[in-house]
C-alpha cells in the first residue's frame, strides 16, 4: 500500500511515516514511479509503536523490542517483562524526582538557592 493509505489505516500523517521509515521502524520499497509500497503488517507494527510511545517507551526501546518480541515464542510474557523492566526503571526515576524536588525545596527561599545545604 502506498503512504496515503497507510497513514490513513494508521492515523498517522505522512510525515510521521516517513521519520519511522528514517529512523528505521518500518520499510518501505520503492515502486519504479518512485512511491514507497508498504505490506499490510506495517499498519499493526506502527498501531505497536504508537502504544508503545504512549507507554514511555523510546524509539530506540521499540526497535530493539521488536526485534524481540517477533521472534518471542510468547510474545503476552515477553510484553510482560518489558512491562515490568519499564516500571522499574520509573520507579527508579521517581526516587530520583522525589529527591530532586526535596532538594530544591530545601534550597528554596535560602537567599542563595545555589549555594550548598545544609
Same mark, same amino acid.
Given at each position: 500500500?502506498?503512504?496515503?493509505?497507510?497513514?490513513?489505516?494508521?492515523?498517522?500523517?505522512?510525515?510521521?511515516?516517513?521519520?519511522?521509515?528514517? *529512523?528505521? #521502524?518500518?520499510?518501505?520499497?520503492?515502486?519504479?514511479?518512485?512511491?514507497?509500497?508498504? +505490506?499490510?503488517?506495517?499498519? +499493526?507494527?506502527?498501531?505497536? *509503536?504508537?502504544?508503545?510511545?504512549?507507554?514511555?517507551?523510546?524509539?530506540?526501546?521499540?526497535?530493539?523490542?521488536?526485534?524481540?518480541?517477533?521472534?518471542?515464542?510468547?510474545?503476552?510474557?515477553?510484553?510482560?517483562? #518489558?512491562?515490568?523492566?519499564?516500571?522499574?526503571?520509573?520507579?527508579?526515576?521517581?526516587?530520583? #524526582?522525589? &529527591?530532586?524536588? &526535596?532538594? #530544591?525545596?530545601?534550597?528554596?527561599?535560602?537567599?542563595? +538557592?545555589?549555594?550548598?545545604?545544609?
Amino acid at each position: 500500500m502506498r503512504i496515503g493509505e497507510l497513514a490513513a489505516q494508521a492515523g498517522l500523517s505522512r510525515d510521521a511515516i516517513r521519520f519511522y521509515e528514517k *529512523v528505521g #521502524l518500518v520499510t518501505g520499497r520503492r515502486l519504479p514511479n518512485g512511491y514507497r509500497d508498504f +505490506p499490510p503488517e506495517t499498519v +499493526p507494527w506502527l498501531q505497536y *509503536v504508537r502504544t508503545a510511545q504512549a507507554l514511555g517507551f523510546s524509539l530506540a526501546e521499540i526497535a530493539r523490542t521488536g526485534e524481540e518480541l517477533r521472534d518471542a515464542p510468547d510474545s503476552a510474557e515477553a510484553l510482560s517483562a #518489558l512491562f515490568e523492566e519499564k516500571i522499574r526503571v520509573i520507579d527508579a526515576r521517581i526516587s530520583e #524526582l522525589a &529527591a530532586l524536588r &526535596a532538594e #530544591l525545596e530545601a534550597r528554596a527561599g535560602t537567599g542563595c +538557592p545555589l549555594r550548598a545545604a545544609g
